[in-house]
């Protein structure tokens, strides 16, 4: 089964454009969230989708969004870029079982903002 | 405010010995208990996942938790300088509604010397 995919994997903007990333979770899985991950900072939640809701969302300003389709397939978009949005997007998709819900993450966006 | 804690590290250990690798957590109702390990510049790969107290055994590695304790642990037998990496610990606290699904610690960086 094909891992989570994400694109583009790297980006560079600059300071005031805006940019969107993709993910497309492994078949079957209907959850996606996305972290951002700095040096400084670790992994922190940004907001999780199933079933094209946002379901939990992270302490992030609203330049930060998302979406999810109907194939489960889901974007993030950031706007009005700032010079600390310069980090790895990780984007993971789960599937609950019986004994709870395990995340998969897919390989990362690297943006850079100059 | 939830909280994963672990030590920053490095921990250093020898090839061939056992690496062990802690986290506590602040929120006593979590149920879900992962470890992650990630290389550099690469995304987090799930190693374990454990939900109930005690130790739960995949090859070389072994997860304990206890959650009196508020203590989750990974133990790695005959340590390989591929295990070279940060760990990371995620809980998946009970109430999710609202607020962060999952919660990262910062990662232990582990170090095998060959």
């Known amino acids: 089964k094909a891992g989570v995919t994400q694109t583009p994997r790297y980006l560079i903007k600059t300071r005031g454009q805006q940019v969107t990333l993709s993910c497309s979770p492994i078949s079957g899985h209907r959850s996606v969230s996305w972290y951002q991950q700095t040096p400084g900072q670790g992994l922190q939640f940004l907001f999780e989708y199933f079933s094209e809701t946002q379901r939990n969302k992270g302490n992030f300003p609203g330049r930060f969004s998302g979406r999810q389709f109907s194939n489960s397939r889901s974007e993030m978009n950031v706007s009005t870029l700032e010079l600390g949005d310069s980090a790895l997007y990780l984007c993971?998709?789960?599937?609950?079982?019986?004994?709870?819900?395990?995340?998969?993450f897919g390989p990362g966006t690297r943006l850079l903002v100059l | 405010q939830k909280e994963v804690e672990q030590n920053s590290g490095p921990l250093s250990v020898p090839e061939g010995a056992i690496a062990s690798l802690n986290c506590t957590y602040s929120?006593?109702?979590?149920?879900?208990f992962f470890w992650y390990r990630q290389y550099s510049g690469k995304s987090p790969e799930l190693i374990m996942s454990i939900y109930s107290n005690g130790d739960k055994e995949d090859g070389r590695f072994t997860a304990q938790l206890n959650k009196a304790s508020q203590y989750v642990s990974l133990l790695i037998r005959d340590s390989q300088p591929s295990d070279s990496a940060t760990y990371l610990c995620?809980?998946?606290?009970?109430?999710?509604?609202?607020?962060?699904?999952?919660?990262f610690g910062t990662g232990t960086r582990l170090k095998v010397l060959a």
């Open positions: 995620a809980v998946n606290p009970l109430w999710t509604s609202g607020t962060y699904k999952y919660i």
């Open positions: 993971a998709s789960s599937l609950a079982t019986g004994e709870g819900e395990t995340q998969y």
């Open positions: 929120d006593r109702g979590s149920q879900s």
